[in-house]
Every structure is written in C-alpha cells, then in structure tokens.
C-alpha cells in the first residue's frame, strides 16, 4: 500500500514541513471509500448504539461502516497523521518525548495495517 508508504517515511524523516505536504498529498490521491454511518451494532459490540452517538459527538469523529474497510483505516491514519503535524506546527512547545511518541504510534499502526491487508491480499 503506497499511502502507507508514505506514512512511514514522514513519521521517519524529514521536517515537519514537508511531512504535511506529503501527507496531504497521498491524502488528495486515495479514492474514497463508500462509508455509511455505523449505527447498527453487531452482537458482541462492546457499546450499543447511544453510546456509539455519544463517544462519536464527544470525540468529534463517526464509526462508520465501509465497503473497503482497508481504504477506510488507510485514509483515517493519514487524517490523523495530518491532524497531529497540523497541531504541532501550530504548538512546537510540546514535549519532544511525547510527540515522538505519538509519531512511533503511527508508524506502530502503519506497519500493522500493512501486515493485516498485504496478507489479506496474499491469500
């Protein structure tokens, strides 16, 4: 996956500068996955249907459903990946330990999306 890629080299290397540049740029290149709101929990979700709402309202994002859920979690992680250098450009007093932290967050989640869906495509 290209897209993922690109999240490990920015988390990786460079200036942040770039790195926003290039996240929104895979960003603009990946098609949209169809996405419908998830408000109809499967048996066994751990939260039912208003705490879905609420978690959702509070933490302003949507469980969604999707026809390609790869797509789905690839373009989630470069939205936050954005998000976060977004954030930090704008606050470059954060803590150094805490930001790298954050970043080897997303390479960790990068690298797992890759070993799920690239041996998904394998099979």
């Not at 954005?82 to 960790?108: I, N, R």
């Not at 999306?113 to 394998?122: A, C, D, P």
Request: glycine share 4%; charged share 25%; with cysteine.
């Amino acid at each position: 996956m290209e897209a993922l890629d690109v999240v490990e080299t920015v988390v990786l290397h460079g200036p942040e500068d770039e790195a926003r540049a290039e996240l929104a740029r895979a960003l603009s290149s990946l098609e949209e996955a169809e996405t419908i709101p998830h408000t109809h929990p499967k048996r066994g979700d751990v939260l039912d249907v208003h705490e879905i709402k609420d978690y959702d309202h509070y933490f302003q994002f949507e469980h969604v459903s999707s026809n390609d859920p790869a797509l789905t979690l690839v373009r989630s992680l470069i939205e936050t990946c954005l998000a976060f250098f977004q954030a930090h450009a704008g606050h470059p007093t954060l803590d150094p330990t805490h930001v790298e932290k954050q970043k080897q967050g997303f390479l960790a989640y990068s690298q797992l999306l890759r070993r799920v869906f690239e041996s998904k495509e394998t099979q």
